[in-house]
């Protein structure tokens, strides 16, 4: 059981670049869920997906940002033109079904630094 | 919408001791995690408690639903048990966690 697999672990890029942050759940998990992680905002959720479909983008900056789950076993959160403010750690975590009753399980996060 | 105050934010024990962590929501939640963060390390879930007591091994979560209110009790601490301690609720209709800014527990040897 490998757990929730994010890659990069670090990623640096330079501003006005583009940014894109993988994740693989674990196998069987139907709910994908992706938070962000600063010392000044604490951790907040992003976005989240179930059997891959988009179910609650409320966290997602409306510019910019953008997350997909093209099939079960990834998803992607891209961020266009990085911005300094969007140096955090990038966490995705996964669930059984993704309702308000499971247990989500975390990666152990992209720690993203935009110079 | 809701929000989660974790208290203290910081603690400072000696090993030996008792730890006792508060958690605080705004509103009803389905869904209650306990989560552990070593520094520059990832988020370990440690206990799910909606609502009444619950144990595993030196930790006890005790949650009153209709208080709104939580606690996570670490006893006989270890210098191992250092990290931040973070509590997330989640409601009903969303299966999304709201998270506190945590508690800070050192434990010296």
């Known amino acids: 059981n490998a757990g929730v697999i994010q890659t990069p672990r670090h990623k640096v890029t330079g501003k006005g670049q583009e940014a894109t942050l993988w994740c693989e759940p674990i196998?069987?998990?139907?709910?994908v869920f992706w938070y962000r992680q600063t010392i000044v905002q604490g951790l907040e959720f992003l976005t989240y997906f179930r059997n891959q479909a988009p179910i609650d983008d409320s966290g997602m900056p409306k510019e910019r940002f953008s997350a997909q789950m093209p099939n079960q076993s990834h998803s992607t959160l891209k961020i266009q033109s990085t911005q300094p403010q969007d140096s955090a750690v990038y966490l995705c975590?996964?669930?059984?079904?993704?309702?308000?009753?499971?247990?989500?399980?975390f990666g152990p996060g992209t720690r993203l630094l935009v110079l | 919408g809701q929000q989660v105050q974790q208290s203290p934010a910081s603690l400072v024990l000696q090993e030996g001791e008792n730890a006792e962590l508060q958690c605080n929501f705004s509103s009803t939640a389905t869904q209650l995690q306990w989560f552990y963060q070593s520094p520059g390390g990832s988020l370990v879930s440690l206990l799910s408690?909606?609502?009444g007591t619950k144990h595993t091994g030196r930790l006890t979560s005790t949650t009153v639903t209709k208080e709104r209110r939580s606690s996570l009790h670490i006893s006989s601490s270890q210098t191992t048990d250092s990290g931040t301690y973070l509590c997330a609720i989640a409601d009903y209709n969303q299966g999304k966690l709201i998270f506190g800014q945590g508690t800070k527990l050192s434990i010296k040897p």
């Open positions: 975590a996964s669930s059984l079904d993704g309702g308000a009753l499971d247990t989500q399980y």
């Open positions: 196998s069987g998990h139907s709910a």
């Open positions: 408690n909606p609502s």
